[in-house]
């Protein structure tokens, strides 16, 4: 079962898990994908001082496409890949309805909601 070490001694098989269900594979693609999306929440709410904030969403949200992009290739997790997906797509669309609810109760100005 296992192979021979030097000295006599046998090297014990690393148990393996077992592989994950499609349906944990793409919830957990949708916890990733959630990440950008709490961010740009949190980026609305902070206002005009939320700038750096504003910088690092970006090399975030980038990021979380590329990691799609790799788990959409990689067979083995490819569910992932779908869930994260899904997340950034829905992404744009929260933050429009959030900014917009934002504006109407005056919490900040509707210029930062729109891309120039």
Known sequence: MGSQLPGGQQQQARPRFPPLRRPTLFFIGLDI???????????????AGANFLGNILGYVFLAVIVACIVCL??????????????????????YNIACQAAARAGILCFYRCIAP
């Not at 994908?33 to 206002?47: E, F, N, R």
């Not at 994260?84 to 797509?89: N, V, Y």
């Open 33 to 47: 994908g959630l990440v950008p999306l709490c961010m740009m929440v949190i980026y609305i709410g902070m206002g």
């Open 73 to 94: 290739v990689v067979r083995s997790v490819r569910f992932i890949g779908y869930g994260i997906l899904m997340m950034l797509l829905i992404t744009p669309c929260v």
